[in-house]
Every structure is written in structure tokens, then in C-alpha cells.
């Protein structure tokens, strides 16, 4: 497997020892012997404003966003996708064919998009999008 991006829940889960799919942990696996794990600093945004909210918070096992996000980067094949203008621009676009605009996940859909790799995801919204238009995404479900 080459190079593939964690969506912001499934890097949450696998630096929390969270449940994933069989399949998903192969793709990682291959990914990090391989191409790289790539994250974006968008899920350190994500991470902290679902922090602040009453519901749904995630875990991350007593570490601050910024702990918990330098430590993902420190796993063996873990690479930081930093947002490139093409990125943003591509960002932009994703709303049009996505038929959602929340920002996170435009910044990582146009990440992958960009960078040419599957998204790993649970996210049922970006897994429609991913099933009514393979030609625009690519998803490995976790």
C-alpha cells in the first residue's frame, strides 16, 4: 500500500488504541512499511474544538491536543501533510461536490484529493462521496 491520510477519528482511535477495521490496520500497516502515514495539523484543530464541546469529546487519554498530536507524529511513518496553497484552493472547491462545507473536512478531502492517496474514514459523508464519485475520492473504510 502506498501512501494514505487519516481522517481526524481514525487518528484518534489509532494513537488510542480505538476499534478499527482488520482491513483499515493492514492499510496502515502497509502504508507506514511503504509510503507513509500522512496527518494533517487540521485533525490538531478538529481535535481541539471537539475538546470544547459538551458532547462528543474525544479521548485522548489525558493529553492536551498539543501532546497528543506531536506524539502521533513521533509513530514510526507518520508524516505531517502540511496544507499547501494548491490544498487550500482545491478546499474551496470540495463544497461544490461534496454538498457539505464544514472545513475540516474539505481541508482533508482536498488533502487526499491533492496528494493523490486514499482518506482512511468512518465518516459516512465522505464515504457516499467516495462511493458516488471513486473518480474524485479514494476511501479506505476504518
Known amino acids: 500500500m502506498s501512501a494514505l491520510l487519516l481522517d481526524t477519528n481514525a487518528l484518534i482511535w489509532f494513537t488510542t488504541d480505538g476499534w478499527m477495521q482488520p482491513s483499515a490496520l493492514e492499510a496502515i500497516a502497509g502504508a507506514q512499511a511503504s509510503g507513509g502515514i500522512f496527518v494533517s495539523p487540521i485533525s490538531a484543530w478538529e481535535t481541539g474544538v471537539a475538546l470544547k464541546k459538551a458532547r462528543s469529546r474525544p479521548d485522548l487519554q489525558g493529553q492536551d491536543v498539543a501532546l497528543w498530536f506531536r506524539n502521533a ?55 457516499e462521496l467516495a462511493n458516488a464519485r471513486p473518480d474524485y475520492l479514494q476511501v479506505i473504510v476504518c
Open 73 to 127: 507524529l513521533r509513530i514510526p511513518g507518520f508524516k505531517l501533510a502540511i496544507p499547501t496553497q494548491r490544498v487550500a484552493i482545491e478546499a474551496a472547491r470540495v463544497p461544490g461536490v461534496f454538498g457539505r462545507g464544514d472545513p475540516g473536512d474539505c481541508f482533508l478531502i482536498a488533502t487526499a484529493r491533492v496528494r493523490k492517496m486514499p482518506i482512511v474514514t468512518r465518516d459516512s459523508h465522505i464515504r
